[in-house]
């Protein structure tokens, strides 16, 4: 089974809001991580946030982990139609490095 | 650097039909992975190799599902028979350290469809 579950699993947003995903996990892990699919296009890494970190900014980006609730949540600010996409968490268990389990993932729509 | 290389990027087969799909990781490298993307399974890891030695395999669906990787540079993710059921859009990803403490790399993928 997945390992990371994704809620909401769709969000549609005017361009200009702030789009707020989040992620639940069920196992302890080395990592998390948010990767964003563009339509029949492959993944691209967005952030990676350690276990003992609690929080992570890129750009417009901000991460969040709370490993005690066992879930993270990726906000995006200020959001542009070029974020249309879809966004996966994935997890790297604590015991097995090395192996990058994902969610179903949420799926953006910014509407322009 | 051009990313991670897979091809072919389409590939439309007849059930029973051998299909090899290929992946060229990013150099330097030494974790390579194969994924499976469908609407209703997602992204399922079916194997990863470490400095080109299979670490897990749990993930491939049944015998005729085969990888290997040669070399650093290399990999194949075969099926043989091919079913409909195989239908799905394949990712090759590399990732570099001991341990994941950075992101990984995906190809573009390979979409086969077996009709």
């Known amino acids: 089974s997945q390992q990371g579950e994704e809620d909401p699993q769709a969000l549609s947003i005017q361009e200009g809001e702030n789009a707020t995903m989040n992620c639940s996990y069920k196992t302890s892990i080395n990592n998390l991580q948010w990767y964003r699919q563009n339509s029949g296009r492959g993944l691209v890494h967005l952030i990676l946030i350690r276990s003992n970190e609690r929080e992570k900014h890129s750009g417009r980006l901000r991460v969040t982990l709370d490993t005690s609730k066992k879930s993270s949540s990726l906000l995006i600010t200020a959001s542009r139609a070029a974020d249309t996409a879809s966004y996966f968490c994935a997890t790297v268990k604590r015991s097995n490095t090395g192996k990058l389990i994902f969610g179903q993932g949420t799926t953006l729509q910014v509407k322009p | 650097d051009a990313g991670v290389i897979q091809s072919p990027r389409h590939e439309v087969t007849e059930m029973g039909q051998e299909v090899t799909l290929r992946c060229k990781p990013i150099s330097g490298h030494d974790y390579l992975f194969w994924y499976r993307q469908t609407m209703m399974r997602g992204l399922e890891l079916l194997i990863y190799?470490?400095?080109?030695?299979?670490?897990?395999d749990s993930g491939m669906p049944e015998d005729r599902f085969s990888a290997k990787m040669p070399n650093a540079s290399f990999s194949t993710l075969k099926i043989q028979p091919s079913e409909p059921r195989d239908s799905a859009v394949y990712f090759c990803?590399?990732?570099?350290?001991?341990?994941?403490?950075?992101?990984?790399?995906f190809g573009s993928g390979t979409r086969l469809t077996v009709v």
């Open positions: 990803a590399s990732s570099r350290g001991q341990s994941p403490n950075y992101g990984y790399t």
């Open positions: 190799f470490n400095n080109n030695v299979p670490i897990d």
